[in-house]
């Protein structure tokens, strides 16, 4: 099984963070579906999406550079979490069971893509 180096971690690190950075989009997207069409609000809303989905296009270009394409792609799926995250402390809404079987079985698929990728 093939080590990653330093370089390599950092990289994945930083793809985490982007991948939360990029859920924030969701956020911003649901803001301002409440928000009268054209306001003010609104359209600084949807102005954050553009701008979060810019920084993720930026981000993106430079992890798959420094990234085996399979892990980074795989490491895309931890969005689906981020969201549960986000709809739990922005939204109040609540966790099911259903939830955090598909949480656990996006964290499996990850961690045997990136596994298997590293044989």
Do not use: C, D
């Not at 939360?20 to 954050?48: D, H, N, T």
């Not at 553009?50 to 430079?62: H, P």
């Not at 992890?63 to 969201?83: D, E, F, M, N, Q």
């Amino acid at each position: 099984m093939k080590k990653l180096t330093k370089s390599e971690k950092m990289t994945f690190l930083g793809l985490q963070l982007l991948l939360l950075i990029y859920s924030l989009s969701g956020i911003f997207s649901k803001m301002a579906a409440g928000q009268p069409f054209l306001s003010r609000e609104y359209v600084l809303y949807y102005g954050g999406v553009l701008f979060i989905l810019a920084l993720y296009a930026l981000g993106w270009q430079q992890v798959i550079k420094r990234l085996p394409l399979i892990t980074a792609y795989a490491s895309k799926a931890v969005t689906v979490i981020w969201g549960v995250v986000w709809g739990v402390l922005v939204f109040k809404e609540h966790i099911t069971v259903m939830n955090v079987i598909g949480a656990a079985v996006i964290i499996a698929g990850i961690l045997l893509v990136v596994s298997e990728e590293e044989k």
